[in-house]
């Protein structure tokens, strides 16, 4: 009937050369063998199943128990924790951590974009434990007594108390109702109960993503000012903590996770860094998230073009391959050429997280965490809106994925700090860090002279930064070409060539459609090439 066979069967990881690039030249080719396993696994009939089972059954809260005593429990599907113990197993939530070794940053990243691939809402409670770990490390007791239960291999959901428990998870809770990305006009009250930065916590919380996490880095008004708080669900008597879930929030998309709204009557928290130091305890945290904002838009745009490059390969209209035709050629190679730019641009950023230490690398990572983290999650919208049109109808019907990836693109965008937030935060660091915009230029040079266009475009951004005039205004406009430069550069010295030659000239010299749509290109011979270095083979 003119149907595509089913995407199954296929290794996600050997059907993707720009990941494979990448993983070598950040320096992470030792952890193959691990990333090579999940791609295998994420191509399986059985892992496919449970991402569509955990997102058809999503998540219920159970606040009282049939006695009428609180729980605050929310039940999952089995298909979500058999996510999450792939999950956890293979070290998704503390690979580097666990093996702090050159490039452990980089091939979590790449494992975390493959096993992303399959379901998109569990990474949520992987990515927060990932990502709280060095923030927990500004209290060294704090991360010696919680470290090395955060980076064990054991999924082991249930509350207990930590010291009974194989393996935790952590969340993180910021975002309160009146304040929202303004955390510092937050309300929820910390009031010092003793020695040792013990606390108890009063107020609310407007979003707080996997509730069933063992532990919580809180932001609260202690005396001193905003303050992080680690707030445990169950205390070390076996005692539930005051963490009270008031109600699921009823979401876009996401919807094997649970997200919700929570209120603290007195909880027990402790506190994390400096009292009055809140906001840059979490940022530490923060960072490490918007890396896996940039993680998760590139997994649904790979995810998205696999899917289109394959079902385009099999189906035949007027008389030829979907594949074959020229104005799809145009569409496919165009989103092809995007999500390239994207992995690469992804396993870069990882990478400067493996080299931090050194200091280029630091303000390099800075910056372009938050540029990549604005340009990647709004180009994933569009990317899998359109490849969900190559569909044609199929594309719009449930069973084939792409809904649920259209569902889930604008997240990345919006948490851990909206898409203006973002850009912002890119003026930020530019004016408070001067030596991040030195980095960041640093790293772009590295392929001047390898296109007259290209450096003609990092000469117009550098004036475009110079006036200080209205920049606050121009941000997402200045952010994003610093986006699309840093990606050209990139894949000049490491990009397919032909790649690299398509990218130059639709998104640096503009020779695209007026509104960014997809199949705009120019014409072009041999883009063929592109579509079949990112079509899966079954
Ligand atoms: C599914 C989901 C799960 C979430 N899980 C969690 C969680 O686990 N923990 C947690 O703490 N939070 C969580 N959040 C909250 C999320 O981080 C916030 O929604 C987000 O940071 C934006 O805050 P807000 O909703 O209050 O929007 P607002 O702060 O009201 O922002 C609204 C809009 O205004 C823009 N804006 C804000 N300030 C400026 C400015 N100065 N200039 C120009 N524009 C501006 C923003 O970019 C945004 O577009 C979750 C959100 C969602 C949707």
Known sequence: ?????????????????????????????????????????????????????ANANPPRLRTHDRFGERIDEVEFHPAWHELM?????????ALPWREPRPGAHAARAAAFYIWSQVEGGHGCPVSMTYAAVPALRQSPELAAEWEPLMTTLEYDPGLQPHAAKKGVLFGMAMTERQGGSDVRS?????????????????????????????????????PGGLSCFLLPRVLPDGTRNAFHIDRLKDKLGNQANASSEITFDGAWAVLVGEEGRGVRTIMEMVNHTRLDCVIGSASLMRQAVAQATHHTAHRTAFGKLLTDQPLMVNVLADLAIESEATTILMMRIAGAFDRAADPAEAHFRRIAVAIAKFWTCKRAIAVVAEALECHGGNGYVEESILPRLYREAPLNSIWEGAGNVNALDVLRAMQREPDTVSSYFGEVELARGADKTFDHAIDDLKRELTPSDGLESRARRVVERMAIVLQASLLLRHGEQKVADVFLSSRLVNDWGQTFTFGTLKFEKELKSVIERHRPRL
């Open 1 to 53: 009937m003119n149907q595509p066979p089913p995407l199954v069967d296929y290794n996600l990881f050997e059907s993707d050369a720009a990941l494979r690039e990448s993983l070598e030249r950040e320096g992470a080719s030792w952890a193959h063998d691990l990333v090579h396993e999940l791609g295998r696994l994420a191509g399986t009939e059985q892992a496919i199943e449970w991402g569509f089972q």
């Open 85 to 93: 113990k792939v999950a956890v197993g293979h070290g998704l939530h």
């Open 186 to 222: 937050n309300t929820t009250r910390a009031e010092p109960t003793g020695a040792n930065g013990e606390h108890r916590l009063t107020g609310h919380k407007w979003f707080c993503s996997a509730p069933m996490c063992d532990a919580f880095l809180v932001l609260a008004q202690a």
